[in-house]
Structures are given as structure tokens and as C-alpha cells.
């Protein structure tokens, strides 16, 4: 009786954790560039995965990836990075796509905190866990950003 009722709260912890809005940062970027005007650039990988969606805001062709120009736009996606980092498919050079000293952070954009993050951190034991694990527990997502690229920061060529 005892097992059974700790793997039912193990399952439900484990729901908990699961990232319930795996395109948190691609929506994000949708919903941004549907509000603002301009070009946004951004990597391979959240184009990739936001195409679709930008297409049905009626917004596809204003976030592009290749040579950034001055006073341009740069949304950062973390989390594609590091999948891009991880995977051997990925066919971009993950350099060109990081933040670059001198870029002017405009916004971040955060997942809402879960409980269990707030609950840690009052407890302390936040600086217990291993950064990635307890992210797990405090957001659904890493934070998106975007910058204003500024002259002489320019990456990126579209490979």
C-alpha cells in the first residue's frame, strides 16, 4: 500500500516538473514581433521551430536568420542553443547565435515561476541542488531575450 501511494506521488511530482509549454520562447517571439514593428533575427532552430506559428500570425517574414545588420534585432533562445549543442544534426555554427558583448538587452521574457521554486528558495536548498535541477522546479523554461545588436557586434551568416 505504502509503494503504491509513493509512486503516485512520484508520478504526479514528475507531471509537475514536465515542461507543460515546450515553445514557450518561439510563442514569445511570435507574440513580440505580432505587438512591435522591424526585423527580428534569431537562430536556426527557433525559426525552425516557430514557422509554422509565425505563419498563422501572419508574421513569417519578419524573423530571419543570417548576417545581423547594425541596430538590428537578436532574439535569444537559450534553450535551442543548448539543444543545438547537444545533438549532432545540428548544422550551424551555435557561436554566431550567443550574445555578444556590447548588445543592449531589451526585454526578457521568463516563464511564470512554479511554486516549488519559490518553496526552495525560502528553504534554502536552491543552493544545494545543481543549477539545472533545480530550474526543473523553479521554471517550465529558460528565459528568451532580446537585444539590439550594436555597431561592431555583428555575427552571423545564415549557415
Known amino acids: 500500500m505504502f509503494t503504491a501511494g509513493g509512486l503516485i506521488v512520484l508520478n504526479f511530482a514528475c507531471i509537475y516538473l514536465e515542461n507543460k509549454n515546450p515553445l ?6 511570435i507574440n513580440y514581433v505580432s505587438r512591435h514593428e522591424g526585423i527580428v533575427y534569431t537562430d536556426p532552430m527557433t525559426l525552425n521551430r516557430a514557422k509554422l506559428l509565425l505563419e498563422f500570425a501572419g508574421a ?24 543545438c549543442k547537444r545533438t549532432y544534426e545540428c548544422k ?35 543552493k544545494l541542488l545543481p543549477e539545472e535541477v533545480f530550474e526543473r522546479f523553479n521554471r517550465s523554461s529558460k528565459a528568451a531575450v532580446l ?5 561592431g557586434q555583428r555575427k552571423g551568416n545564415g549557415n
Open 24 to 29: 514557450f520562447a518561439e510563442r514569445a517571439l
Open 60 to 83: 513569417a517574414d519578419r524573423v530571419r536568420v543570417g548576417p545581423m545588420p547594425h541596430d538590428g534585432l537578436f532574439y535569444f533562445n537559450k534553450n535551442n542553443i543548448e539543444r
Open 92 to 126: 550551424w555554427q551555435v557561436t554566431q547565435y550567443l550574445p555578444q558583448d556590447g548588445w543592449l538587452e531589451l526585454t526578457r521574457i521568463e516563464p511564470q515561476r512554479k511554486a516549488s521554486g519559490y518553496i526552495l528558495m525560502a528553504l534554502g536548498v536552491d
Open 147 to 151: 537585444y539590439r545588436i550594436q555597431d
